[in-house]
C-alpha cells in the first residue's frame, strides 16, 4: 500500500475514533443532567452541540491539526464532566458538581482550570483558522501581531461563554454559575489560558505548527 494511503487510512480512523468519543460522552453526561433534573446542563449540552457542528464545519475549511481536534474534544470532555458529577454536598445539603470542586483553598477551581484549558484550546484553534485564511496557506508566521489577533480571538470566544452562562441565569430559575466574582476569575483564567497558548505558537516552529496530522 502506498505510505500516503496508509498515512490517510491513519488518519480517517483517527477522525472516527474521536468522533466516537465525543459522541459517547455527549450521550452519558446528557442523560445523567437529564435524569438528575438538571436544565442548567440540558442547555449547556444544546450548546455544545451547536459549537461541536460548528468545528466540524470550520474543520472542512481550515484543517485543524490532529492535535488541536483532540484538545477540543477533550475540553468538551472535562466541562461535560464538570457540570454532572456530583462531588458531595455544600453545607446546606445542596449538592455540588464537579465545576465547584476546589481541593485546597488556596488553589484555583476545577471551573477555572477547564476554563484556562478550554481557551488555550480555542486560541491554537484560533490561530490555525488564521493560517488557513491567509494565501498562499502557511505563509502566516508567528509574529506579534497575528499571534495577539489569535489571542484575542480566544478572548472573545470567552466573552461569549460568559455570555452565554449569563443568558442561563436569565432563563433558568436556578442555575451554579455565579456571581460577579466568579465571572471575574473566569476571564482571568481565560486570559490564561490564551497567552499560554500565544507563547507556544510563537515558540514551535512553523512545520511543527502544521505537522502531518490534519
Request: proline letters at 4%.
Amino acid at each position: 500500500m502506498p505510505r500516503s494511503l496508509n498515512i490517510t487510512t491513519r488518519i480517517n480512523g483517527h477522525y472516527v475514533v474521536l468522533g466516537l468519543f465525543v459522541a459517547l460522552y455527549m450521550t452519558v453526561f446528557s442523560g445523567m443532567a437529564f435524569a438528575a433534573g438538571n436544565l442548567e446542563f440540558l442547555m449547556y449540552a444544546g450548546t455544545m452541540v451547536l459549537f461541536i457542528g460548528l468545528v466540524a464545519w470550520m474543520h472542512r475549511r481550515v484543517g485543524f491539526s490532529m492535535l488541536t481536534l483532540s484538545l477540543l474534544a477533550a475540553w468538551g470532555f472535562v466541562h461535560m464532566a464538570g457540570g454532572t458529577v456530583n462531588v458531595g454536598a455544600d453545607d446546606d445539603g445542596v449538592a455540588l458538581v464537579l465545576y465547584s470542586f476546589r481541593p485546597f483553598e488556596q488553589l484555583p477551581k476545577y471551573d477555572q482550570v477547564v476554563h484556562t484549558f478550554g481557551f488555550f484550546c480555542a486560541t491554537l484553534a484560533a490561530w490555525e483558522a488564521l493560517r488557513a485564511a491567509v494565501r498562499p496557506l502557511g505563509t502566516l508566521r508567528p509574529t506579534f501581531g497575528p499571534i495577539s489577533a489569535a489571542v484575542l480571538i480566544g478572548l472573545g470566544l470567552g466573552a461569549l461563554n460568559e455570555l452565554i452562562e449569563f443568558a442561563a441565569t436569565e432563563i433558568l430559575p436556578d442555575t451554579n454559575v455565579g456571581g460577579y466574582r466568579n465571572t471575574g476569575w473566569d476571564l482571568v483564567s481565560n486570559t490564561i489560558g490564551a497567552l499560554a497558548a500565544g507563547l507556544l505558537i510563537r515558540f514551535r516552529t512553523p512545520s511543527e505548527l502544521n505537522a502531518e496530522g490534519r
